[in-house]
């Protein structure tokens, strides 16, 4: 059974930083290409940041770029988002997303809020 269990949502002041975890189960995580989502209320649900399952290259939605790292440790099988300057428009629930080829798994998704 595969499972992904994001952890490390919260509330944060604006500025702040947050870093998310994704940990696999269930396959076999490093062929893999991994991917964050966030969906606000209200509005639909969008990519976040990409990580290719082979040579690690990242794409990044392009309001993020500079303040968002996307990694992965394979020897732990997980994916980690990290989250700086945070801005009150990040304010969401993040998914974490795995494929490969026509598989695709999520995860139940975990609340960020950006306030003051």
């Known amino acids: 059974q595969v499972q992904l269990v994001e952890s490390g949502g919260g509330l944060v002041q604006p500025g702040g930083s947050l870093r998310l975890s994704c940990a696999a189960s269930?396959?076999?995580?490093?062929?893999?290409?991994m991917s964050w989502y966030r969906q606000a209320p209200g509005k639909e649900r969008e990519l976040v940041a990409v990580?290719?399952?082979?040579?690690?290259?990242?794409t990044y939605l392009e309001s993020v770029k500079g303040r968002f790292t996307i990694s992965r440790d394979n020897a732990k099988n997980t994916v980690y988002l990290q989250m700086n300057s945070l801005k009150p428009e990040d304010t969401a629930v993040y998914y974490c997303?795995?494929?490969?080829?026509?598989?695709?798994?999520w995860g139940q998704g975990t609340q960020v809020t950006v306030s003051t």
């Open positions: 997303k795995g494929n490969l080829n026509v598989l695709t798994y």
């Open positions: 269930g396959l076999t995580f490093s062929l893999y290409a």
């Open positions: 990580i290719a399952s082979v040579g690690g290259g990242t």
